[in-house]
């Protein structure tokens, strides 16, 4: 037996240095590429009043710029209305009401104008009845699909309302105690109900008026069919009054709560109000 002791071998396992922390601000700078790629991805599918809206909060935070930002909270789409761009509205809303079922029956009836007041949107009547049956107060089928989709649109806006009702010189033939004062003003309340259930504010609508056949739309006619309408108003956005100036006004330095010095027609249509181009 060999006395000769065992070889042991052992092997010393030397540990590469630390690597440090570089990789992470690799992986970091990749993660906030990839976070701006999709960013722009998305803004570029995104419709153009959200474009402008976010455009408008780098170019001003404060969120107090001319062109966007509201004080209404939710939809990106949401913009401020004045003068200066009134007409992106008409050009959106034009574009949604092309959607609509049986559009071609329906577009010489539906006209819009910007005016002094804000975009007027006329829903005339035919000689069969185009959005409300002839002596009813309740739209019609097509008279409720084009409101409500107007609804919808005007809802995303902080521009206030107003909702007129007009009739033709015709005398109303169905009750003795009710007439074209009470026609006009049921169909332009019942167009509110109708607007208010499906995407305006309450306070929305500053003003709600029936004009029976006071504003002819057709004055050589009086009995033209497209005076009778529905005239829905988007107002401009006025710049806030002093309060000194409100502390000077009296209650009855406004016309607008006197019905007997309402303004003539000419005031707030024009005689030769412009077709839009809906045929687009």
Known sequence: MSSTPP????KKVVHGGHHGG?????????????????????????SKQVQEAIGGYFKDPSGKSKMVGTDQSG???????TKDNMAKLKEQLQKSVRKMNDFDKL????????????????????????FF??????????GKELLVLLAQEMG???????IEGHTDSKPFAGKADYGNWEL???RANAARRLMQENGIRGDQVAQVRGFADQRLRVAKDPLDPSNRRISLIVQYVESAIPEDHEAAAEPGDHPAAQPSA???????????????DLKK
């Open 7 to 10: 070889i042991i071998i052992r």
């Open 184 to 186: 006009s003003s049921d």
């Open 133 to 142: 049956e002839s002596g009813s107060q309740q739209p019609n089928d097509k």
């Open 22 to 46: 570089a990789w992470k601000v690799a992986y970091a700078d990749f993660v906030t590429a990839m976070m701006a790629l999709f960013i722009v991805l998305w803004l570029m599918n995104s």
């Open 156 to 162: 995303k806006l902080p521009n206030r309302l107003s």
């Open 107 to 130: 577009r010489n009836q539906i006209e819009m104008t910007v005016t002094a007041e804000g975009l007027r949107i006329e829903l005339l009547e035919s000689a069969s009845g185009t």
């Open 262 to 276: 309402a303004p003539s027609p000419a005031a707030s249509e024009p005689a030769a109000a412009e077709k839009p």
């Open 75 to 81: 939809s990106g789409d949401n913009f401020t209305l």
